[in-house]
């Protein structure tokens, strides 16, 4: 059995599924196990009482010492489980932690490989996804060892109270009575640290980023040239004391809560103890079992004031935790968006905009508005316009990114809507500015765009070729283990590129992806200029084969496109090549002569 996040409100009896799909025999083992030690520990309070009462014959009446030796050696059994079935607990407990970290790992990257982007998007989801997220494998060993707790201690109570009851009754009723009041004290402290958590979260989210900016490698440079530790560290600080505060005082509550029922609990035991005295003085009880249901009153007294209390308030958190749980898993997903792109690949001729407005989830800002253009296969488009004009959201709807536009978006004469998430991948490959940089090496780097080629013939040739498209092919030759070097700092023997290098990399990798359509988004924003300038000169040979979507702020690549849309409030305001817009003496005109001299 195999655990599987379901879209569902998640309740009480999740706290046994959920453990038994992740390893069904540790959780019949464990429940074995405390059924038991439960057992075994109502069974000690008659084989303690038998084994008084038997010494006391043997010692006034002179009977034999056969029957003491026997319940004897139930005494000693009953102790000696109840101290060995911890250890035993402990392994069946470990071994399901393990097996929780990988099914429920396995099953929220899942998960999270399909959400659509507008979840990714909210701060609210985002801080539900790191509480849902973080050592889930804890919250699955709570969820079972705590309720198997309960029910341990279920057993025992009723075992204890059915003996007292037995003997007399008037004192079981209650020592019944007892219990529930501090029950439901520990459920609602339990309910009220889970919150408390819940409200932390935000502020660890945020001192956690900052301890990376104030420790990263990342920003190092920035670090020692602007001098702004002491700056981000107070902040850190202030972030760190508000979560510790908020944690602090929920922790206070619960253990008040235990301590004064813990308290309270005694006082009654003791006068219940002393209560018991007084039908043994008038032999209504033996002393053995006197003895025996005082002993079981004070472990009745610990269990319900200590270890009952904290069971039931973990069980409350864990409780909050599969609300949390029930959100997460009906975030709304990406159809496909886990799925492989098609190893066939996609037959591209064609791509309308037809009147498409779009607004972002909880705006009302439409950042497209009615815009309208066509791609054609094996021509070259950019891209630009002023910051918010709409660039980047028309290739986040071109991927599947967000699918709640009005108009059409036509891809081969078909709605983009209608396409399934493996054709939609199949489709398109890119190079963004916020690139990823994997600690691999060089070659690993680059065949990232090849995982699903069906075609794996002539790679060697192909990395070559792609490695000196975009003129790193000199630089990886020089390398102690060429295209083998791995790169960054996870690796032994690993190197660090430059910026420029890294995004030069990214390229190749989009480059060798059989994917017909190549999107490159601010893809040399990492170049000087002139450096851009050239890396474009070979505009042809790195677009072999493809049709491509510029995006760039500057426009020294853009004169090599066939077609330049030029966005203003969210429509295309013009369009045409770089030599037709110039004469026009427009938006891009203006845009253009302000950077030309980058560019000489």
Request: glycine share 8%.
């Amino acid at each position: 059995m195999q655990f599987q996040l379901k879209k569902k409100t998640y309740d009480w009896k999740d706290f046994f599924i959920i453990p038994f799909m992740c390893d069904a025999f540790s959780t019949i083992a464990l429940g074995i196990q405390k059924v038991l030690t439960a057992l075994t520990a109502v069974f000690q309070v008659v084989v303690l009482s038998n084994f008084i009462n038997t010494c006391k014959l043997a010692l006034d009446v002179g009977e034999s010492w056969k029957q003491t030796i026997i319940w004897f050696g139930f005494l000693v059994i009953c102790v000696g489980w109840r101290r060995i079935s911890f250890v035993v607990g402990k392994i069946f407990i470990n071994r399901l932690r393990v097996s929780a970290a990988v099914q429920t790992g396995a099953a929220f990257i899942d998960k999270l490989s399909r959400l659509h982007y507008s979840e990714i998007e909210s701060e609210q989801n985002l801080n539900l996804i790191k509480r849902v997220c973080k050592n889930p494998e804890n919250q699955v060993r709570l969820m079972l060892q705590r309720s198997l707790n309960v029910v341990l201690y279920i057993i025992r109570i009723t075992g204890v109270l059915y003996i007292i009851f037995l003997n007399v009754w008037w004192i079981g009723i209650i020592t019944a009575l007892m219990c529930i009041p501090l029950i439901l004290i520990s459920l609602k402290g339990g309910e009220r640290n889970y919150k408390s958590k819940k409200n932390a979260t935000e502020y660890e989210r945020r001192y956690q980023y900052l301890g990376e900016v104030l420790s990263g490698y990342a920003s190092v440079n920035e670090r020692t040239l602007f001098g702004f530790s002491d700056i981000i560290s107070e902040e850190w600080k202030r972030e760190y004391e508000e979560a510790r505060k908020i944690k602090l005082r929920a922790n206070r509550l619960m253990v008040q809560s235990v301590r004064g029922g813990s308290a309270i609990v005694t006082f009654f035991s003791l006068v219940i103890s002393v209560m018991l005295l007084f039908p043994a003085a008038q032999g209504s009880i033996s002393i053995g079992m006197c003895v025996a249901l005082i002993s079981g009153m004070y472990d009745l007294a610990n269990m319900v004031g200590v270890e009952l209390a904290k069971a039931v308030s973990q069980l409350s958190q864990c409780k909050e935790y599969l609300k949390d749980l029930s959100e997460f898993s009906k975030l709304k997903e990406y159809d496909g968006g886990d799925s492989l792109p098609l190893t066939e690949g996609f037959t591209f001729e064609r791509i309308e905009f037809r009147s498409v407005t779009f607004s972002y989830p909880g705006t009302d800002v439409p950042i497209l508005n009615n815009c309208s253009f066509t791609i054609t296969k094996g021509n070259h488009y950019a891209f630009v316009g002023a910051n918010g004009a709409g660039k980047t959201t028309i290739i986040k709807l071109l991927t599947g990114a967000y699918d709640n536009y009005d108009g059409e978006i036509l891809v081969n004469g078909k709605e983009l809507r209608l396409y399934l998430g493996a054709e939609i991948k199949a489709l398109f490959c890119g190079v963004y500015q916020d690139f990823a940089k994997y600690a691999i090496s060089v070659e690993d780097n680059i065949l990232l765009g090849t995982m699903t080629t069906k075609n794996k013939e002539n790679l060697a040739e192909k990395l070559t070729f792609v490695l000196e498209q975009v003129g790193l092919l000199e630089y990886v030759q020089k390398l102690p283990m060429g295209v083998k070097t791995p790169l960054g700092k996870v690796l032994e023997g690993g190197i660090e590129l430059s910026g420029g290098q890294w995004q030069r990399l990214s390229m190749a990798r989009a480059i060798i992806s059989s994917a017909p359509v190549l999107i490159l988004d601010e893809p040399t924003a990492a170049l000087d200029p002139l450096n851009e300038s050239k890396l474009y000169q070979e505009f042809a040979e790195i677009c072999q084969g493809k049709t491509s979507l510029f995006i760039s702020h500057r426009l020294g690549s853009t004169k090599l496109a066939s077609t330049i849309f030029v966005l203003k409030d969210g429509y295309v305001a013009e369009e045409g090549s770089h030599e037709a817009l110039m004469q026009i003496g427009g938006s891009y005109a203006h845009m253009y002569n302000m950077q030309r001299s980058w560019y000489k």
